[in-house]
């Protein structure tokens, strides 16, 4: 099983503050790593995939970047609504999908 | 608007049996990787199971020989048929549509409780 392992835990950033979020694989993936947002109380939302591919109708204040076994997800700016716990799942080792455990970002 | 609905969670006792629905619309289930991905409460996501093509299917070691995923497609609907379940089996169970890679949409969920 691939192991993803996300850092830092709980991430506290000002609004309008840039927000730099890590994902490392315990072995190379390739690209195929994505990330999701998950807002209190609703499913998960696809924000990236590819590492560095935006999903439709994502805002370009979202960017990812890595490949191999370090990857990181970039929030430029943040506003109200990117405060969430972000997920990153790796798909190299297909079907067996496995998420991090998630980064809680709150506001500062 | 593709939009995913599920049904169906519930209150069940360990040993119990319980059918999840995940009612799809804007697109044939029929054609899509159709997956379910669960989170314990307070917890992160964990993939449990997936179909696609003519009915092939994987899943997770954790529900493998108790839990069956099917789908109807005169109905758009994707079942999750979940027996012999267990208090950690205790989550939310989302249904998503997959590329067969990463997960998008995803439904809004339906709580699963094992608890006697």
């Known amino acids: 099983e691939i192991v993803m392992t996300q850092s830092p835990a709980t991430l506290s950033v000002s609004p309008g503050e840039r927000a730099t979020l890590s994902c490392r694989a315990s072995?190379?993936?390739?690209?195929?790593l994505a990330w999701y947002q998950q807002r209190p109380g609703q499913a998960p939302r696809l924000l990236i995939f590819g590492a560095s591919t935006r999903a439709a109708g994502i805002p370009a204040r979202f960017s990812g970047s890595g490949s191999g076994t370090e990857f990181s997800l970039t929030i430029s700016s943040l506003m109200s609504e990117d405060f969430a716990v972000y997920y990153c799942?790796?798909?190299?080792?297909?079907?067996?999908?496995?998420f991090g455990q998630g980064t809680k970002l709150e506001s500062k | 608007e593709i939009q995913l609905e599920e049904s169906g969670g519930g209150l069940m006792q360990p040993g119990g049996s319980m059918r999840l629905s995940c009612a799809a619309s804007?697109?044939?289930?029929?054609?899509?990787?159709m997956t379910w991905v669960r989170q314990a409460p307070g917890k992160g996501l964990e993939w449990v199971s997936l179909i696609y093509g003519s009915e092939t299917t994987y899943y997770a070691d954790s529900v493998r020989g108790r839990f069956t995923i099917s789908r109807d497609s005169s109905k758009n609907t994707v079942y999750f048929q979940m027996n012999n379940l267990r208090p950690e089996d205790t989550a939310i169970y989302y249904c998503a549509r997959s590329s067969g890679k990463w997960f998008d949409p995803w439904g809004q969920g339906t709580l699963v409780t094992v608890s006697s």
């Open positions: 799942q790796q798909y190299n080792n297909w079907p067996k999908y496995t």
């Open positions: 072995q190379t993936i390739s690209s195929d």
């Open positions: 804007g697109f044939a289930v029929r054609n899509n990787y």
